[in-house]
């Protein structure tokens, strides 16, 4: 029997109380590619990240060529024979594909005042395509190659060096089209010929059927299982099946009864922004909340900020109470009754080193003092303080510096400044990342009280969240909105629709 | 923040603050018992009124977390320009806003460069302080104003009086109990603090924060006009060097204030402001030369801005924490 390429032996990785990976064994044979599959925070991207020596392991054994190896950053993992192209490789634009490969080893002999010998470079690199042959023009600037050519420029730099037995690709065909996968695959198929394996991550299944000889399926921080495509035409599973599990159910508030609605707050036609996302059309009544579900780069964080009046609309209008608005500002989005509550709280949502009263009143400095602009403090102290029992902040004090609080707390504090803002509509950007599931469930349940006076969007990369939130919901994907062809997406569908822009494989 | 017991740290720091100023003037008084005198603390009070209003605008800039080095040409050309305007007769009070509009237009240019189109603060403020300070040779060729200076009144802003005090030094005060309010029960001064702190959670929490980062520029270059005026009451003339001798001082008030008080505040700068001016007239008294004290204040200024930076604070946190258990150890083992 051979040894594999590539075996790991329980290994686990924690991040504070989260157990990112739990006991995964696994095994990359010699020259298979072989596809990662699972949904975000699945632990596939911890598992990659752990094999190329960007983080350390808690526990557990990885071997390579039936050695256990020790890799505490990527140059220990490179020197054991494993190379890694991220998933937006950085690559020097105004380089040539030459340079950009040889980049930081031009010269053997390398000296302080040794230059960079181009003839040396274009041998080697010429040498390096005649083994892995690739239909690509090495002598061009980055800035002026595809999406496939940058790729391909990643991946022939990370396998420069000779010894590389193991290539991880992180999500390489999420910004191809079908035609630049082909040349991508291609080249894979080179490589494996050579007997180099590669383990790679997608979200696509049809994927997986074509170029992978095995995958595996990650969730919760667990590998679940090793399949060949022949196992999944011969069971038909579907994706979804594979890649979903149980529910968090309970987390949820209760849906909205649908006869109790309100009146139309929100009437988006046909928004666009740039070339992040276009004609995005949809309503919004008081006492609903709207899910909507998109990957990293599928354009929800733009599509909030459109909203929000910090990014310029580009097509289409807003209607807010039956009135065309479009904000030039946040400012005039909070004065016309929207908020935002951003993804990234600490950077865009608080003050870190000023008390919870000060954050609090910051959006509705109008409203937090007299007319002629000073500020109303006991007023406000007493405001915060209700906010504050509202949303249940621990510890319940107002004036300690924000920075003082968890993760979820600081977003309740987020929350009560949009309660002290007062808005018709309220926008969640990725509102429970790095919060624990204590408050993640009186974070959905404040979402769903304020749903009773408002309306109210959850945007989120968790397709759980997207969907367990909200009323009804809609996928971005890679800037087209997905909606359901009709009544409402189940999850498998949601999921669907945001991952390859197609809800109908569900 | 170091726990020290029951007491507040702010009260703890208000202490430290109160014992370097009686140190300070202790060790003057014993070297030189005239420091003590009326006479000197009359000057005490006059310069510290000079160097305070230069420092009061500084403090805005500085907590909007920006820098304007342009206040010491700003402050030259304004002199000149109320030096020019006085030697042609003019009402002092026309004089003196004519100064106040030269610098606010230096100021709004600043500002507008810096905030709206994102020019890097520090490079845009040496060029515009680099123009001013050369405009301020056109009025004269350079030469030194002082026709009129003795019939225009302005020199009796120097003589004015106030419980026997310098009259200028209670106008500092008023001016600081004014901008204290405004930078801490206004909303306008929650929205400086916001624009400082994070300037981009607060532009989506709908604060104006280029215009208030234009602002504090603007009346930066005006609070420099305030300064300018005493000193040019002080000399009787106006020379294209008048506000050149601010820029040091100012900034060594903000700084220093704020490594004391432990924060970029009205109040830090007031008080950083009194040790420096105690400092430069102490010196002078003793008959230090201006080129030895202006060293002693700019090492100050270095070593405020040390003991200011977050990460070299952390540092030596961390070295009293490392040193702490080593000792307790030591003392269990004797």
């Not at chain 1, 390429?5 to 989260?18: E, M």
């Not at chain 1, 699945?42 to 990885?62: E, H, M, N, P, R």
């Not at chain 1, 089209?177 to 590669?198: C, D, P, Y």
């Not at chain 1, 060949?228 to 599990?245: C, F, H, I, W, Y």
Request: net charge neutral; glycine share 10%; with cysteine.
């Amino acid at each position: 029997m051979t040894v594999p390429a590539l075996c790991a032996k329980a290994v686990s990785k924690r991040f504070g109380r989260i157990n990112a990976l739990d006991d995964v064994d696994f095994v990359l044979e010699k020259g298979e590619v072989h596809a990662l599959l699972g949904v975000n925070g699945a632990g596939k991207s911890t598992f990659i990240k752990i094999l190329s020596g960007v983080y350390i392991k808690d526990k557990g054994v990885i071997e390579v060529d039936g050695r256990e190896i020790d890799c505490h950053n990527p140059k220990d993992a490179i020197r054991c024979g494993i190379a890694t192209v991220q998933q937006h490789p950085e690559l020097v634009a105004d380089f040539t594909g030459y340079e950009n490969i040889f980049l930081g080893r031009e010269s053997a002999r390398a000296g302080f005042l040794s230059g960079i010998d181009r003839s040396v470079l274009k041998r080697r690199g010429d040498e390096l395509l005649s083994r892995f042959p690739v239909e690509i023009d090495l002598s061009r600037r980055i800035e002026d190659m595809s999406a496939v050519e940058r790729e391909i420029i990643a991946i022939l730099q990370a396998i420069g060096g000779d010894h590389i037995r193991i290539l991880i690709l992180d999500e390489p065909t999420s910004t191809l089209t079908e035609v630049e996968k082909e040349v991508l695959f291609r080249l894979m198929n080179t490589l494996r010929a050579s007997g180099i394996s590669i383990l790679y991550i997608t979200h696509r299944l049809e994927e997986v059927m074509e170029i992978a000889d095995r995958f595996s399926v990650f969730r919760g921080g667990r590998m679940i299982s090793t399949m060949t495509p022949q196992q999944v035409r011969d069971k038909n599973l579907s994706l979804a099946e594979l890649m979903l599990g149980e529910t968090l159910g309970a987390v949820f508030p209760d849906k909205a009864d649908p006869a109790q609605l309100g009146e139309l707050v929100l009437d988006v036609r046909n928004l666009r922004h740039q070339r992040l996302f276009s004609n995005v059309s949809f309503q919004l009544r008081r006492g609903e909340i709207l899910g909507v579900f998109g990957l990293v780069g599928s354009g929800i964080d733009e599509l909030s900020k459109v909203l929000y009046g910090a990014l310029a609309t580009d097509a289409g209008s807003v209607e807010l109470n039956g009135r065309k608005v479009s904000p030039k500002s946040p400012a005039e989005a909070l004065k016309a009754g929207i908020f935002l509550v951003p993804g990234d709280r600490r950077v865009e949502g608080l003050a870190l080193q000023q008390s919870s009263i000060f954050n609090i009143t910051l959006a509705n400095l109008g409203r937090a003092s007299s007319f002629a602009g000073f500020l109303k403090r006991s007023a406000n102290r007493r405001e915060s303080e209700e906010f504050a029992a509202r949303v249940a902040l621990s510890p319940a004090n107002v004036t300690m510096p924000v920075s003082g609080f968890s993760g979820g707390n600081q977003q309740k504090i987020v929350v009560a400044k949009g309660l002290f803002a007062d808005a018709d509509v309220y926008i969640f950007v990725e509102p429970t990342v790095g919060v624990d599931i204590g408050a993640r469930a009186k974070l959905y349940g404040l979402m769903r009280e304020l749903a009773m006076t408002s309306g109210v969007i959850v945007m989120s990369t968790d397709c759980d969240e997207a969907h367990g939130i909200s009323d009804r919901a809609f996928a971005l994907y890679k800037g087209r909105q997905v909606v359901p062809a009709d009544g409402v997406f189940t999850r498998n569908e949601l999921l669907m629709a945001g991952i390859i822009g197609d809800a109908t494989h569900a | 923040m170091p726990k020290h017991g029951i007491v507040p740290a702010g009260t703890v720091r208000f202490l430290a603050f109160a014992a370097l100023v009686f140190i300070i003037g202790a060790a003057f008084t014993a070297v030189e018992p005239r420091f003590l005198s009326t006479q000197n603390i009359s000057a005490v009070t006059r310069h510290m009124a000079a160097n305070g209003l230069a420092a009061l605008g500084l403090t805005l800039v500085v907590i909007v977390r920006k820098f304007d080095l342009s206040f010491a040409g700003t402050a030259c050309f304004s002199a000149m320009t109320i030096g020019f305007m006085i030697a042609g007769g003019h009402d002092l009070w026309l004089c003196i806003m004519a100064g106040v509009l030269a610098a606010a237009i230096v100021g709004a240019f600043n500002g507008i460069a810096i905030s709206y189109f994102g020019l890097p603060d520090i490079v845009t403020t040496i060029a515009t302080g680099s123009i001013a300070g050369g405009l301020a040779f056109l009025y004269s060729q350079g030469r030194t104003i002082f026709r009129n200076f003795v019939t225009s009144g302005i020199l009796d802003l120097n003589d004015a009086r106030l419980f026997g005090y310098s009259a200028s030094f209670f106008f500092l005060i008023a001016l600081y109990a004014v901008a204290w309010v405004f930078m801490h029960r206004t909303r306008y001064g929650a929205s400086f603090h916001a624009t400082g702190e994070n300037p981009v959670s607060a532009y989506f929490s709908g604060v104006p924060t280029r215009a208030y980062t234009m602002m504090a520029f603007i009346i930066c270059a005006i609070t420099s006009v305030f300064a300018v005026v005493l000193i040019l009451a002080e000399s009787g003339t106006a020379d294209t060097n008048k506000g050149a001798t601010l820029l040091m001082p100012a900034y060594a008030g903000v700084f220093l204030g704020a490594a004391l008080l432990g924060g970029t505040s009205v109040l830090a700068t007031l008080a950083g402001t009194l040790l420096i001016t105690m400092l430069l007239d102490g010196f002078s008294l003793l008959g230090v030369p201006y080129y030895y004290s202006d060293g002693v204040v700019s090492a100050i200024l270095l070593t405020g801005v040390v003991l200011f930076d977050a990460r070299v604070r952390q540092l030596f946190s961390d070295l009293a924490s490392f040193i702490q258990p080593v000792t307790s150890a030591s003392e269990k083992r004797s």
